[in-house]
């Protein structure tokens, strides 16, 4: 069966960094795109950054440019985001997510950013 696991979230100061990682089994991982999302509370789920199968393309939301970046290792079926001049905005649960046949959400991550 599909599985998405994240790791990597954790109490981080601002302008710190973190590196999310998200290990995929039971499908093709170098087949689809993969995405990261977050949640704040009280905020909808959002799109943090997205990668093409190839990972030749990737995009990202706005509040997140320049600070994060998305990769991934198919070898490894692994996705990965590292962030860096983290804020206390970014402070979420991250998701990562894939679309096979149907949607698919991992148990998500805390990142806490705070002085």
């Known amino acids: 069966q599909v599985q998405l696991v994240e790791s990597g979230g954790g109490l981080v100061q601002p302008g710190g960094s973190l590196r999310l990682s998200c290990a995929a089994s039971g499908f093709s991982f170098s087949r689809y795109s993969m995405y990261w999302y977050r949640q704040s509370p009280g905020k909808e789920r959002e799109l943090v950054a997205l990668i093409f199968s190839t990972g030749s393309i990737t995009k990202y939301a706005d509040s997140v440019k320049g600070r994060f970046t998305i990769s991934r290792d198919n070898a490894k079926s692994t996705v990965y985001l590292q962030m860096n001049s983290l804020k206390p905005e970014d402070t979420a649960v991250y998701y990562c997510?894939?679309?096979?046949?149907?949607?698919?959400w991992g148990q998500g991550t805390q990142v806490t950013v705070s002085a």
């Open positions: 997510y894939s679309r096979i046949v149907r949607d698919y």
